[in-house]
């Protein structure tokens, strides 16, 4: 080719390519942003979680990896005015704010937004107390949609309703790993996960986590950092860890620390202690050689743990006390001989510290940990469940004197305890021809009205083996079940419970765990014994919960910030 010819030639391949890229540029559009703030709450005390839980889901719902992108704000906007100048400042496309208004059993809820252009939409819903997620729901869709263009994200395969199907309202056909009943009913609640031994988990009604190279000793699920979604504690035998659920369940470390590495870590709950939006762990550690408690406090805000208070020589934990079944911190002396001094009670801060304050009516061995009250459903009145030395479930009704049922099975099924000799006052212990007894950290035991149903169901562990039936001291349960039980009248009945859980459950709990706006059971185990002790690991399980199942009446889709027993 003559040399005049190839000039030509490369200018008009150049314009050609320019031409391509920018056409595909405006193909691909940029990734808009928004920014959304703390949500300002008109209700009792017990709601100002909502602040900051309404504006998570939300955000939650409409991000979208490359499309749409959402941060939070510190501070809150009261108007259109300042929700725009906090927009420009952060760059961002669109601001959202809202008010959240709750009078007796009813609520409404006001979402507002803005775009750079001055252009405003606002929506607002009216629902009972019990349907406010779903409220928010459908409002996150109509903003997703009207304004932002983009749509909610779908439920798993499994809570979508195949073709030609004609299942009754309230009802699913069976498939997956819920059992419900076990009469003979077709159908079943809430997730199919929980159905048959054996099926598999690809319609996504079990997550699963990878595994982590450690021993759980306990889990926690909250939001620690104050971001508005929930991140996982795991606690083994001396640190704390604390991880996020990412895309595909991989579990993304932000933050370890060592509580004490003379004593070993022996339970853990969360509570946001201080008030400040931001869920708190409270750890109880025990001596090795003497069981003598010490209880730590951390806080994970910036994403640092540090001590919030100093630790105290008691057994802490936390429970949800009636009349409004709010989380309370609890704590107990130790006993030289008893190893549990007798008597729960409220702890107190004290500068920065906490001390034992008034005691609660409790069953007699009753301690911080064995404990859960179970609200009034539809008749009858508040319960006390309590597990028993050697692990079934005792209920209590009235002032926790009066027992009136006792299960023949037994659960929770914790691996970690405290070696004790039992021996009369004033004499001596006798380690060498004595052999000890051993104390086990019971699992959390949840109450909760999964389908806003006025029905409370405990939520627990119940390990299967039958080695556990031969040797007491055998713990490492290969199998698992996690069950639902509810009081009829006469006894604790099964609701429904989860297909098996192969490896040894170490703790579970009831939070949107992967941050998708859908309730989830979340279950931590560690591997089955045959790895060894030594090369213990352990992982997460999710699975979603589909409430909206249960109540025809309630709004599809919903998340957890009203149930969430970590609250």
Known sequence: MKPAMRFPLALCL???????????????????????????VHAPQSYTYLSKAVPGTIQGKLNRPGVLEGRTLQGKAASAAEARKAMTAAGADYAVWGTVNVMGNDCSIEVNCVDKAGKTWNRTAEAPVSG????????????????????????????????????PAGARAGGGEIIVNETGQQQTYLNPQFRYQGAGASDGSRLRSQRIKENMVDMAVADFNGDGKNEIAVLGDHDLTIYLWETGGRLKQL??????????????????????????????????????????????????????????????????????????LVGQGYD??????????????????????????????????NVAWIPAGKE?????????????????????????????ERFSGSATGMDFYKTMPGLGIDRNGQLPGKIYAPMRMIAADLGRTGEQVLILNKPISTASQFFDRY??????????????????????????????????????VT?????????????????????????????????????????????????????
């Open 14 to 40: 150049a314009l050609a390519a320019l031409v391509w890229c920018a056409g595909a540029d405006a193909a691909q559009p940029a990734q808009k942003t928004f920014v959304i703030a703390p949500f300002a």
């Open 132 to 167: 406010l997620t779903g409220a928010v729901q459908n409002l996150s869709s109509a903003l997703g949609s009207e304004v932002m263009g983009v749509t909610v994200a779908a439920k798993p395969a499994f809570m979508m309703r195949q073709p030609g199907q004609t299942a």
């Open 255 to 328: 933050g370890r620390t060592v509580v004490s590495a003379s004593n070993l870590n022996f339970s853990m709950r969360a509570m946001d202690i201080n008030r400040d939006g931001a869920a708190d762990l409270v750890v109880a550690t025990f001596e090795e050689d003497g069981n003598r408690p010490y209880s730590y406090f951390y806080s994970f805000k910036g994403n640092k743990l540090a001590q919030c208070a100093e630790r105290i020589p008691y057994f802490a934990s936390v429970m949800r006390v009636p009349p409004n079944f709010s989380p309370v």
């Open 336 to 369: 030289s001989i008893k190893l549990f001094a007798p008597g729960v009670h409220q702890l107190v801060r004290s500068g920065n510290k906490y001390t034992l304050g008034a005691r609660f009516s409790l069953p007699a061995g009753a301690t911080v940990f």
């Open 380 to 408: 009858g009145s508040d319960l006390i469940a309590m597990l028993t030395d050697d692990e079934r479930v005792k209920l209590f009704q009235g002032n926790g004197t009066s027992p009136i049922h006792t299960t023949m």
């Open 475 to 512: 713990r490492f349960f290969p199998q698992g079940e996690i069950h639902a039980l509810y009081w009829d009248g006469v006894g604790l009945g099964l609701k429904w419970k989860t297909r098996r859980i192969r490896g040894s459950v170490a703790e579970i709990d009831l939070a949107d």
């Open 515 to 567: 941050n998708d706006g859908i309730l989830d059971l979340v279950v931590g185990v560690n591997t089955s014994p045959e790895l060894g002790v030594g090369s213990r690991q352990s992982m997460i399980l999710a699975y979603p919960l589909d409430v909206s199942q249960m109540d025809p009446n309630v709004p599809a889709d919903m998340s957890d910030f009203e149930v969430n027993p970590n609250r």
